[in-house]
């Protein structure tokens, strides 16, 4: 991941409700939540939402399909890990322990019936 990346990823969850989304988005996994069940979660009204998530979205942390009427979002684990990966890149590099800075989501198992799109 380059640094200007990593700037403006860093810049997108440097906001309340836009890290609060990207916590929401990480922990439900790769299915993901409509763009309504996330403004219910954190308490935004759609229009703000509209907002964040295309800030998530331009940075690369999110991504977005349609399943009939609805949008879906959720997090993008590689842009994730990306991130996580550059800030760790030398971590413990003092010390004969490897440093884990991956998350594997567990339910990656489970099929996504469109194939999510970036957004660049």
């Known amino acids: 991941m380059k640094t200007p990346h990593v700037i403006e990823a860093l810049g997108a969850l440097a906001h309340e409700h836009r890290l609060a989304v990207y916590r ?3 922990q439900r996994g790769p299915r993901g939540l409509p763009a309504g069940a996330i403004g219910e979660g954190i308490g935004l009204v759609p229009s703000s939402l509209t907002f964040h998530l295309q800030t998530l ?3 690369g942390l999110i991504l977005q399909r349609r399943e009939g009427r609805q949008l879906i979002y959720s997090a993008d684990f ?3 890990n990306g991130l996580v990966g550059y800030l760790t890149e030398n971590c413990c590099t003092g010390s004969d322990q490897a440093c884990v800075t991956a998350c594997q989501p567990a ?3 489970t099929k996504v019936r469109n ?3 970036r957004v660049a």
């Open 24 to 26: 929401l988005l990480v």
């Open 57 to 59: 979205q331009r940075a």
């Open 78 to 80: 590689d842009a994730m």
């Open 107 to 109: 339910a990656a198992a």
């Open 115 to 117: 194939k999510p799109r």
